[in-house]
């Protein structure tokens, strides 16, 4: 995964498509700690345990005033059916075309899926640490302890 932003360099200008619909922009990111984690595909067993780590300490992230968006290439149609399977209790944001995870350097050769890599954003929309490597069972928790020293 080459060309991934560095801590303290600004989210560049992403757009994303929400479950509805909806666009959501890098101007939508900021205001408050953002958590922006990349997986691979909808309902498979690592990015379903990410998800569901995610969706098991959201009263946590809630608490400290953290969003959490998970990002894939999925349409919303089928985010939404991951969403409601597993009962996940934050958005689920399509990249279509991958643009945005190849703007982070995390799309994969062939481009159909992003590499899972995850930002921790300031209420600014820098971003303030890089997980390039995680545990979909401990990703969740390692994140929320960064995030409280921000």
């Not at 560095?6 to 509805?20: R, V, Y």
């Not at 608490?63 to 999925?74: H, K, N, R």
């Not at 481009?111 to 969740?140: Q, W």
């Amino acid at each position: 995964m080459a060309n991934l932003p560095q801590q303290g360099q600004p989210l560049p200008d992403l757009s994303f498509t929400t479950e509805s619909g909806e666009r959501l922009g890098t101007e939508d990111l900021t205001g408050g700690k953002t958590v922006l984690y990349f997986y691979p595909k909808d309902d498979t067993p690592g990015c379903t345990k990410e998800a569901c780590a995610f969706r098991d300490r959201m009263v946590d992230y809630r608490q400290a005033g953290i969003e959490v968006y998970g990002v894939s290439l999925d349409s919303p149609k089928s985010h939404r059916r991951f969403r409601e399977k597993y009962d996940l209790n934050f958005p689920l944001l399509t990249d279509e075309g991958g643009r945005a995870a190849e703007a982070l350097g995390v799309l994969r050769e062939g481009g159909e899926k992003a590499n899972r890599v995850t930002f921790l954003l300031d209420p600014r929309g820098t971003i303030a640490r890089v997980y390039p490597e995680v545990s979909p069972e401990t990703h969740a928790d390692d994140i929320l302890k960064d995030a409280a020293s921000l």
